[in-house]
T-cell receptor
Framework: EPEVTQTPSHQVTQMGQEVILRCVPI?????FYWYRQILGQKVEFLVS????????KSEIFDDQFSVERPDGSNFTLKIRSTKLEDSAMYFC?????????FGPGTRLTVT | DAKTTQPTSMDCAEGRAANLPCNHS???????VYWYRQIHSQGPQYIIH???NNETNEMASLIITEDRKSSTLILPHATLRDTAVYYC????????????FGKGTRLHILP
């Protein structure tokens, strides 16, 4: 069964550094999303992406965040200058219709 | 904020049916009821969704009341692997629409 994959599974970075989280959505899906979950808290929407542009973004998704689909298979989330409060699980999701399918997540730890 | 109300936690004996309730009294006519679950910090997993008719798939059944103000997710023969947080979500079925997660119900399957 096709699935969303994410790399790396765990990323440790120092405050102020740039990180890129990578996702490979399900191949025939056209809609892509990033969510995050701070430890012990709810899953929060960050951004949705379709047709090479952002469809919607949340208040969390400020100028420090960007997304890109650099080729036909990858979907990336970049954080330009990480803060301690960016430490969280980041989930990528994709959809063809209405059900979103999530990847296993990348645990980002900012020290 | 999430438009649904769910119990914080529930227990169910292994092999029995798990019935997870959800109240969504302010649901609009074009909004569907979706269920996702999250097993211990893994990515959320789509389970089922419905508009007004009862739905069944290989994972679960969804029973929606006639007035659509509440619903029940039924896991017919719960196993230990069904221990997870279950999220009831109300949303329009638009392909790029974000999911707003609440706190969900923490379901413990007891051996």
């Amino acid at each position: 069964e096709p699935e969303v994959t994410q790399t790396p599974s765990h990323q440790v970075t120092q405050m102020g550094q740039e990180v890129i989280l990578r996702c490979v959505p399900i191949s025939n899906h056209l809609y892509f999303y990033w969510y995050r979950q701070i430890l012990g808290q709810k899953v929060e929407f960050l951004v949705s992406f379709y047709n090479n542009e952002i469809s919607e973004k949340s208040e969390i998704f400020d100028d420090q965040f960007s997304v890109e689909r650099p080729d036909g298979s990858n979907f990336t989330l970049k954080i330009r200058s990480t803060k301690l409060e960016d430490s969280a699980m980041y989930f990528c999701a994709s959809s063809e219709r209405w059900e979103q399918y999530f990847g296993p997540g990348t645990r980002l730890t900012v020290t | 904020d999430a438009k649904t109300t769910q119990p914080t936690s529930m227990d169910c004996a292994e092999g029995r049916a798990a019935n997870l309730p959800c109240n969504h009294s302010t649901i609009s006519g074009n909004e569907y009821v979706y269920w996702y679950r999250q097993i211990h910090s893994q990515g959320p997993q789509y389970i089922i969704h419905g508009l007004k008719n009862n739905e069944t798939n290989e994972m679960a059944s969804l029973i929606i009341t006639e007035d659509r103000k509440s619903s029940t997710l039924i896991l017919p023969h719960a196993t230990l692997r069904d221990t997870a947080v279950y999220y009831c979500i109300v949303r329009v079925s638009r392909r790029d629409d974000k999911i707003i997660f609440g706190k969900g119900t923490r379901l413990h399957i007891l051996p």
